[in-house]
Every structure is written in C-alpha cells, then in structure tokens.
C-alpha cells in the first residue's frame, strides 16, 4: 500500500542544541565546512547514511544521541562557537556595505537554484548559476532577496536500463524534510499569494523561505488546498508539462513572485528591492506586474513601463532561439485580455512586448529585453551572439551599438574547490578567494603540495566513481557477483579526463566516439593511459539526448575499456563537486559559438585542472595559449559530420601528443614539473576572474547601481521625471519621421588626404517638429571594408550650430584621419535624452538617403 499524504515530523532538541536548528537551517553550511563537521559528529555514520543532509540528520537521530550531546560540554562548546560565527557572518557589514548609492536591495528571479544537492531545485547550468550568484551576494553583502518555485518533485533522477536508456524517476519531496520554513503571517496563517486565470479561476500559492546565507530565497508552492487539482500540479517539477503548465509556472513566478516579495517585506520588514533582475526570460512577468501595481497607484501605462525599464536588469543566457521560450498569442490573449484582463494594463500593450518576426508567438526574451533598461549575456563572445539574435529590435544600428552587454559568469570557489585546496590558500595565502588578490603567490606553493592534493581529489573521485557505478549496474539487473570487476574501475594513477553536462546535441557528448578505435588506444595506451569520466541528463522530452546517452553507455559498457571510461548516472551537485576537483583536465567540446558560458571547467580550473576545451563560451574568452588546450574548431565547414570529424580529430591529437605527453613526464622526484608548471598558471591568470564574487561585483557596479540610480531619479517627486521622460519617447517617436539628413559637407583635406590632417565637417539636419535638444547628431568614421561598411568606427558628436526658420539645424565638427588606408564616414541623428542609457534606446535613428559620392567635398 502506498501512503496517500507524506510528510516530515521534525526533531524536538534539547533547549541546550536549540543552535544546532539555527545551523541547519542556514544553508551556508553548504559552503563552511567546520559546520558540516559539526553536523557529522552528531553522528558519523549516520551523518553518511543521509548523505550529508543535516535536515535528514536531525530526523533520524537517535534521541538518546541528542541527549547525550546536550550533556557534552566540549561539542556545546563547538556549537556555541559555530552559532556565534554564523551569527557574525549574517551581521558583520561585508564589501556591499561600503558602496555609495548602492541600491537598498534587489530582487532576483530564476526558475531554478542549484544551491546544495539536499535541495533538488535544479536541473543545469543556469541553476547552479544562480545558486551561485545567492552565495557570492552573501558572501559580499549584496543585499539580494530572490524569488524561485518550489518543485513538489523536482528535477528527475536518472537511472539506466539495461540496454543503456534513460530512466526517469520524479521522487516525492515534503517540504517539512528540507531546510526550508514556510512564511506566515503575525496570526501564525501561511501567508499566500494569488494570481487570476482565465474563466475566474485562481492560482494560489504558499511561500517557503531557504536561507542562503545573509540572502533570503522565496520558493512559490502552489501546493495547497485553495487549488484545483490542476492548479496544485503547477509546481509539481521541473520544466515539467506543456504549453499551458508551462505558462502557468512563469505567471506564477513572475506575477505571483513580485506579490511574494510584497508580502514578505510586509511582513519581515525587509526592504523593498529598487532593482528587479531577470535570470532568463522565463519570469519575464514581473515586469508586468510592476506595470499593473504603477498604473493602479495612476501613472499612465507609458510612465510606468519607463519606471520599470529604468529599475530592471535582464541576462539572456541562450545563444540559440530555440533554447527561448514562445507562447502563442491566444494563450497570452486569454490570460491578460476578457474575464481575467488588469484594467490598467490593456492586453494590446502586452502583446506588442513580446511581438517577434512570427506573428503568432509570443516571445519570453524580446519581452524581457524590452522592459528592462540594462541586459546583458554571460560571456563577451555570448554578448556577441546575443546581439547578432536580437538586432532586429534595434533597426538601423550596428551590432556594436545594439545594447546588450556581457558580464561574464563565474562560481563559488568554497562550494565548489575541494577543502584541502581552500585550506592550503588559507595558510599559504590569506584572504585569496575572498579578495580575489594576491593569485600571483601560488608561484610560490610547493609543486610537492599540489600534487599531493590533486592525487587525494582523484582517488576521491575513483572511490565515488566505483560505488555509484556498483549501484547503477545493481539497478540495471546485475547481481553483485557479476560485478567484481567495478574494484578495479579507473586508476587513481592515470590522466583523468572529466565530461559532464546537459545532454543537448549542440554540447556533441558523443563527439569522443567519432572514432572508436583511436580512442579505444588512447585509453589502453600502455604508458600513456587515459581514463575518462562522464555525467549528463537529456530532458525527458529529449529522445535525441537520450540515443546519445545510450551509444555511450554502450560504448562504456564494453569489456576491455569498461575499466578506463565510465558513464555515471544521475548527474547532481554531489557528483560534480567530485569531478571538478577529481579530474585533471576538463574537456568541453560544443559546437561554437552555442555555448553561452559554461561554468564547469571554471570549477575544475580552481581545483588545479586543466580545460580541453572548445574556444567557445568563457574559454574563448580567457584562453591565453598556457592555461589550457583549445581544440582547433572547423568553423565555416557546412558539413555537421565533416565538422565532428575534424574537431574529434584535433581532440585526439592533443590528448595523445600534447596532454598525456606532458602529465606522463616526470621528474627525478616522480613529479610532472611541466605539468604542474601549467596547473599553476592556470591558477595565477583564471583564478580570480572565475569567481563569482568577480561577477557580482561586475553586476553591482555595472548593472545594479547604474539600475538603482535610474530607478530612483525616475520615482522621485512623485514620478516627475518618469512622466517627463515617458512624454519625451512618446512626442519623439511621433515626430521622427520628419527627421532627415539633408546635406553633409566636408572641407580641410583636399583631393589627396594625409594621415594626421583633420577633416571638417558640417552637416544640415531637417528636425521637423523636435528642438535640437531633442536629438544627438553624429559621425561615424573609421576603416571600410569592400562594400563600403564601417568596420568598427568610432563616433564623434556634432556642436549644433544655429537652427533656420524652418526648422533645419547645422551641426559641425573636426574629425582626425588618424590612420592610413581605406577611409570613410557617413552622419546620423538618434534620440538624445539625459535618461536613455544608450543611443540605441529607442531603436529610432535616421542616416543620409542614398549617398551618391563627392562632389566638391559634399556628400549629396
């Protein structure tokens, strides 16, 4: 029989461990190892058993255990210690407390959070990302409140078949058995929020309150009895469901998560956040929300989206248009339009947010983007992509100036960076991770003492590597008689090589097997051996991920290599903290430019290995020819299997004669001295820009105060400025048809320029009914390509001049031939406002009709 309600009955402890509840229930334990030993000596093997969850720990204790602690001065004496500290690091003002005009707080929305693996809110990279991103901001004190869903069964857990497919398998989690605790209000009733549906229903939802740290993570659970049944499966897991039950979790994380954030200032006193933040377009909502809660408290529709442009940040974290989420426009239509529209909010404007090139979809990201101020990808070369993507949004502007930055991801190095390493830089160098300074001294770290530690990391990794591949082949129908050969799997001796990812056919997980015989020598090379490692989930949707999976798996499956490479099941933050630290070279090998950024070979980076990577993502970015292994990429060849070809062939060649090479070469005292010359280079240059505190930091002067200021200056004396500027876009967009370059002239060089001489220039300007203060005139000069392009041109602003009577402005100004070669420039005019954060903002620019060449130095 199985039981029809599940549920936690928590441990009642002794007044004397009361601190041991305020530990667990701080999921900084998941970055502070002295706590997690605290944990552990409340009962070892216990502590093993739960897998090192303290929450599952406190449940499963034995009461005469707890009593004897409460008895046991020197472990009171440790708690006490490990309470005060804790106490101290929530408390203590942090590099965040000594900013100028930083904003008061900011909200921020992910849909999922990779925090630690007793919290399963994750499925990938962007979770981790984000779980990361609370860690840093408490690590600094950025005063972050963030907003998530929490999944009734999570991700999937994976298991294989006996023929090597994937299984899926969605465990029932009960709230009450995580760290979590559920807000209520002064009445002790749960406080909830409500979000309408189309036909008067009604999506209700509970808010359970994790704490990361200093930061507080809100998890909507819409698991309640208000709800239908329907309404009660909206948080049942993980990019579960379709089109509708997809819809239904982005309402409620964006709607539903800007009333949470209400409700829980209202009732903790927390501060409202001045700065929204968008991780990814799936809670584009919010900007709506706010857009409703303005136009109630009477600012016009346009004023209130200026307000909430201004105090909104958006990270777009897909280089592929199929990785965005669409919704058709009747299903938009249903839910903000008839029985269930906001009066203020007419559904017509919502629709044209999230208008693309399709007319009948409704795109996440393009909506996104056009209610925030400030977006950014997550890598210079994913900025790139970006812009390319979305420049239709911007007509008439080079990719240069569409405005979409990059801040570069980054990780949490005591998450993720193996104790011993952490513990050697705090005694060889203080203060290193959290400073970010001083990387240069690990030149001066024992090579004796590194390879000490990768040695412990790989044979830690062989270990967990042995005894989940025993349960996986036990889940797989072999008895434990069939299976002593898993005592011998891996070497903790041999060059380990680590794969583990999403399972999406673009990261080519399958592109080690182009060709199985040279990598069948490469694994068995008598002095050279190679072993590898790998871990990955394919979406349950995913059948292609999962053939890839399969052809692996069977591969690994195989007799006389099985000892050598091993698939892992059921890829979570356990298992990478092993392969991150266990592996000495991290291999990535995507199809580029498709890799946003990738994080996990940043991890492994600063636990001394070294990437193979692909120049894509962040490696594209910090590759410097010595810190690592590019894999030549065979860009431009159209063929896709002629393209695995080659690049499988590039990747042969360097594991073979350069990566095995130089770990196999040893010195008199056994020690790869090339090797490691390498791991520490590698630490000195990548060390301090991985690490998420680096991001934040970049997000907090960057994006963040920059946002704060705006959103400030905009709400200020009663939205004075926001009415003003929103009067300003509305009059200049009416009246820039009107808006030509009508003459352009130029003087000062003569038939035959030279480097050095100026070239004057003025330029007539039609501004039909807008003043000159309206518009900025420019020109854009520089190197041209054969079409007469501009190649990357730098741009000089015009003085205006006078204005006729009718309405024509001349402007003028001096621009330096300053290099030799193919010379041109052409003028423009774009919207000027001390507001805009950029010219490009609204997408309005005029440039010469036509031009037909000099004649006497003017430009008709």
């Known amino acids: 029989m199985r039981a029809i309600r599940r549920f936690t009955v928590r441990t009642v402890l002794p007044a004397e461990l009361a601190a041991l509840g305020e530990l667990v229930h701080n999921l900084r334990w998941s970055w502070h190892p002295e706590t997690t030993d605290l944990f552990a000596e409340v009962d070892p093997r216990l502590w093993e058993q739960v897998g090192h969850d303290p929450v599952a720990l406190l449940g499963a204790v034995d009461p005469r255990r707890l009593a004897e602690l409460a008895a046991d001065r020197r472990f009171l004496r440790r708690l006490a210690d490990a309470a005060d500290d804790l106490r101290d690091y929530m408390s203590s003002p942090k590099w965040y407390q000594t900013l100028p005009d930083a904003a008061r707080a900011i909200a921020y929305f992910s849909p999922e959070y990779g925090i630690a693996a007793p919290l399963p809110q994750y499925s990938g990279g962007l979770g981790i990302l984000a779980g990361d991103h609370l860690k840093a901001a408490s690590d600094l004190g950025v005063p972050i409140l963030a907003v998530g869903l929490l999944y009734r069964h999570g991700y999937f857990t994976q298991s294989l078949s006996p023929e090597g497919w994937q299984l899926e398998h969605y465990p029932s989690l009960d709230a009450g058995g995580l760290p979590l605790a ?16 189309p036909g008067d229903r009604v999506l209700h939802a ?77 809670a584009g909502f919010l900007g709506l929300e706010r857009i409703r809660e303005l136009t109630e408290a009477r600012l016009s529709f346009d004023e209130a989206l200026e307000v909430v442009r201004a105090g909104t940040v958006f990270t777009t974290h897909t280089p592929v248009p199929a990785g965005i989420d669409r919704f058709p426009v009747d299903m938009i239509e249903r839910q903000f339009g008839g029985d269930n529209a906001w009066p203020t909010v007419p559904v017509e404007r919502i629709l044209a947010l999230g208008a693309e090139a399709d007319p009948g979809r409704f795109n996440m990201a393009v909506m996104g983007m056009r209610l925030a101020q400030r977006v950014n990808g997550v890598s210079e070369l994913h900025g790139e992509v970006s812009r390319e993507m979305f420049k239709d949004l911007w007509p008439g502007f080079d990719l240069d100036e569409v405005p979409i930055g990059s801040i570069t991801n980054g990780v949490h190095a005591p998450t993720w960076v193996g104790r011993e390493l952490m513990e050697l830089a705090g005694r060889e160098l203080p203060s290193l991770i959290e400073r970010a300074r001083g990387w240069e001294g690990i030149q001066k770290v024992s090579d004796a003492d590194i390879w000490d530690i990768r040695r412990t990391f790989r044979h830690r990794l062989v270990e967990a ?29 041999v060059l380990t090589i680590g794969f583990a990812r999403r399972v999406p056919s673009y990261k080519r997980l399958t592109l080690m097997l182009s060709d199985a015989d040279r990598l069948r020598s490469l694994l068995l090379d008598a002095d050279k ?3 590898i490692v790998i871990a990955g989930k394919a979406h349950p949707a995913d059948e292609g991920g999962k053939k890839l999976i399969q052809q692996i798996v069977t591969f690994t499956d195989q007799a006389d290599v099985r000892h050598r490479i091993v698939f892992l099941p059921d890829y979570d933050m356990a298992l990478a903290q092993f392969m991150v630290q266990g592996c000495d070279v991290w291999l990535n090998n995507p199809l580029r430019p498709l890799e946003a950024s990738g994080t996990s070979g940043m991890k492994s980076a600063l636990n001394g290995g070294l990437n193979l990577s692909i120049r894509d993502g962040w490696w ?70 991985v690490l998420a505190t680096r991001m934040l930091r970049d997000y907090v002067v960057d994006l963040y105060t920059p946002a704060a200021k705006a959103a400030r200056l905009l709400s200020a004396d009663s939205y004075a400025a926001a009415k003003a500027f929103a009067a300003w876009r509305l009059r200049v967009t009416k009246a820039w048809p009107g808006v030509r370059v009508e003459h352009v002239e130029t003087s000062g060089v003569g038939d035959a320029p030279e480097v050095g001489a100026d070239l004057e220039l003025r330029a007539t300007i039609a ?61 423009r005019a774009v919207p000027f406002h001390e507001i805009a954060a950029s010219p490009a903002e609204l997408g309005l620019i005029v440039v010469p009709e036509e031009p037909a060449g000099m004649t006497n130095g003017t430009l008709r």
């Open 529 to 531: 051996p190679v072993q």
């Open 206 to 282: 509970q808010l359970w309150v994790a704490q990361v740290g200093r930061v507080p993570l809100l998890l909507l659970d819409s698991d309640v009895a208000d709800n239908d049944t329907a309404a009660r499966d909206v948080t049942d897991r993980l990019y579960g469901g379709g089109t509708d039950h997809r819809l239904m979790q982005e309402l409620l994380l964006g709607v539903g998560g800007v009333r949470a954030i209400r409700a829980y200032c209202r009732v903790t006193g927390h501060a409202e956040p001045e700065v929204f933040h968008t991780n990814e377009g799936h």
């Open 767 to 827: 501004l039909g009914d807008l003043e000159p203060g309206d518009v900025l005139v420019q020109v854009a000069y520089g190197r041209v390509g054969p079409h007469d392009e501009l190649l990357c041109p730098g741009y000089l602003t015009l003085a205006a001049d006078d204005v006729d009577d009718d309405g024509r402005a001349h402007y003028s100004g001096t621009v330096p031939l300053d290099r030799t070669g193919a010379f041109g420039y052409t003028v």
């Open 620 to 689: 594209d970015e910090w590759y410097d020819g010595t810190n690592g292994w590019a894999i030549p990429t065979a860009d431009g060849v159209v063929d896709p299997d002629r393209r695995d070809e080659l690049e499988a062939a590039g990747l042969y060649d360097l594991i073979e004669h350069e990566v095995a090479d130089r770990f196999y070469d040893r010195a008199a005292d056994g020690l790869p001295r090339r090797w490691l010359e390498m791991v520490k280079h590698t630490l000195t240059s990548l060390g301090p820009k």
């Open 182 to 197: 559920l807000l209520k209000e002064d009445d002790g009733t749960p406080v909830k929020v409500r979000v309408g549906l």
């Open 465 to 493: 590597a042995r005894a989940r591949l025993r349960a996986s082949w036990r889940a797989r129908g072999a008895s434990d008689a069939e299976l002593g050969w898993i005592d011998d799997v891996l070497d903790p001796g």
